[in-house]
């Protein structure tokens, strides 16, 4: 039973440029949601896909954008990186948007420069 | 403004004893809480939810809930050095549904 996948794993990018990770939820769900985690914080919910459509967002703004395709999996897009958005990004699946036990995957670790 | 708070610590647990981790929630709409674990540099690991009022065993982990408090708790009886870790807790409200609220975590050290 694969769990949550995320990729890259870790990546460095300039500041101004823009990056894709992607996440193949855990088998058998369908909601995947994405978080990021800055250092010593806990993790804020970014935004959330279910049925390849957005249906919540946190308080981020539209730099920030996602997808969801066919098969469950998701992008998150980030673009015009700041140096603040040096971070762990995670992604976490569930199935349906009220489902209770959320599964989070290992993680895309972001430094920007 | 919802919130969910936590001693950040770094609490210092020796081996064997029970380490106790609070969180408080203020929105009271709020349903099912969770706690994860997490390893230095790693993502978060459910340990425990809990929905009712009342405690929930796993092992050697306890939930404790009172929602009239707004209090949800986690025990770890005979902490062991693999305990050390940060214990994020997290909330989830009827409004809300799949967007959970994290507190910052609580860093549990256990000393041999």
């Known amino acids: 039973d694969a769990g949550v996948t995320q990729s890259p794993t870790h990546l460095i990018k300039t500041r101004g440029q823009q990056v894709t990770l992607r996440c193949s939820p855990k088998?058998?769900?369908?909601?995947v949601s994405w978080y990021q985690q800055a250092l010593g914080q806990g993790p804020q919910f970014i935004f959330q896909?279910?049925?390849?459509?957005?249906?919540q967002r946190g308080n981020f703004p539209d730099r920030f954008s996602g997808h969801q395709f066919p098969n469950y999996s998701s992008e998150l897009n980030v673009n015009a990186l700041l140096l603040g958005d040096s971070a762990l990004y995670l992604c976490?699946?569930?199935?349906?948007?009220?489902?209770?036990?959320?599964?989070f995957g290992e993680g895309s670790w972001l430094t920007v420069v | 403004q919802k919130e969910v708070e936590q001693n950040s610590g770094p609490l210092s647990v020796p081996e064997g004893a029970i380490a106790s981790l609070n969180c408080t929630y203020s929105?009271?709409?709020?349903?099912?809480f969770f706690w994860y674990r997490q390893y230095s540099g790693k993502s978060p690991e459910l340990i425990m939810f809990?929905?009712?009022?009342g405690d929930k065993e796993d092992g050697r982990f306890t939930a404790q809930l009172n929602k009239a408090s707004q209090y949800v708790s986690l025990l770890i009886r005979d902490s062991q050095p693999s305990d050390s870790a940060t214990y994020l807790c997290?909330?989830?409200?009827?409004?809300?549904?799949?967007?959970?609220?994290f507190g910052a975590g609580t860093q549990v050290v256990v000393t041999p």
């Open positions: 976490a699946s569930s199935l349906g948007v009220s489902g209770n036990t959320i599964y």
């Open positions: 088998s058998g769900h369908d909601t």
């Open positions: 896909y279910y049925e390849e459509e957005e249906r």
């Open positions: 929105d009271r709409g709020s349903q099912s």
């Open positions: 809990i929905y009712s009022n």
């Open positions: 997290a909330v989830l409200s009827t409004d809300s549904w799949g967007k959970l609220q």
